[in-house]
């Protein structure tokens, strides 16, 4: 059965430090691991992805790390601003035909300036 | 381009009641999908449409059931409503194939059951 895990519901960091966000998956079936990020009264919004193929990929602040052999997916902030105060998710996909995902409980990080 | 519209956004309802929520993808969108979050669940996956076909089911009762048209609009339904179908329900839609994993979601329409 696959699985994606988030153990941490919270994460408080100061302003200009790195917020990092963990995760786990299980039984992972397609290549793509995801990051979302919903602020309140909003939908969720497409933050950055990795293909299974790579162990890192990097976008501005914001930076991925897969680490296959652990099942493990990490999302790195820096620096971290007031403004990425969200629920961040991390998700899996199911296969190339199909857009469904599996979406992990979600972390909310508070930044704190 | 106009984004995911989901209607109402917010209702209330009592126990035994149906209810019908509607999603417009965004335009060219054919896959259409349905989340349910509550606190402490994440997003559980409800069913997924691609050209008015449901291609994909999650685990949930067969009180949920949903639909797509020509025009890629959506609606769910769910029946005989419980005090726990109380959450908010995101429709998400998608372009691309070979699916990599984005998805454009709407705003939710909040359910609360009494």
């Known amino acids: 059965d696959q699985q994606v895990k988030q153990n941490s519901p919270s994460l408080s960091v100061q302003e200009g430090r790195i917020s990092i966000l963990n995760c786990d998956y299980t039984n992972s079936m397609f290549d793509y691991f995801l990051w979302y990020k919903k602020y309140p009264a909003e939908g969720p919004t497409f933050l950055i992805s990795i293909s299974s193929i790579k162990d890192k990929n990097e976008d501005g602040r914001f930076t991925v790390f897969l680490n296959k052999s652990a099942k493990h997916l990490s999302l790195h902030i820096v620096p971290s601003q007031p403004g990425d105060s969200a629920v961040y998710f991390c998700a899996d996909t199911v296969s190339s035909n199909t857009g469904k995902l599996i979406f992990g409980q979600g972390t909310t990080l508070q930044v704190k300036p | 381009k106009a984004g995911v519209t989901q209607t109402p956004r917010y209702l209330i309802k009592t126990r035994g009641q149906q209810v019908t929520l509607s999603c417009s993808p965004i335009s060219g969108h054919r896959s259409v999908s349905w989340y349910q979050q509550t606190p402490g669940q994440g997003l559980q996956f409800l069913f997924e449409?691609?050209?008015?076909?449901?291609?994909n089911k999650g685990n949930f009762p067969g009180r949920f059931s949903g639909r797509q048209f020509s025009n890629s609009r959506s609606e769910m339904n769910v029946s005989t409503l419980e005090l726990g179908d109380s959450a908010l329900y995101l429709c998400?839609?998608?372009?691309?194939?070979?699916?990599?994993?984005?998805?454009?979601f709407g705003e939710g329409s909040r359910l609360t059951v009494l």
């Open positions: 449409y691609f050209s008015e076909t449901q291609r």
């Open positions: 998400a839609s998608s372009l691309a194939l070979p699916f990599t994993g984005e998805l454009f």
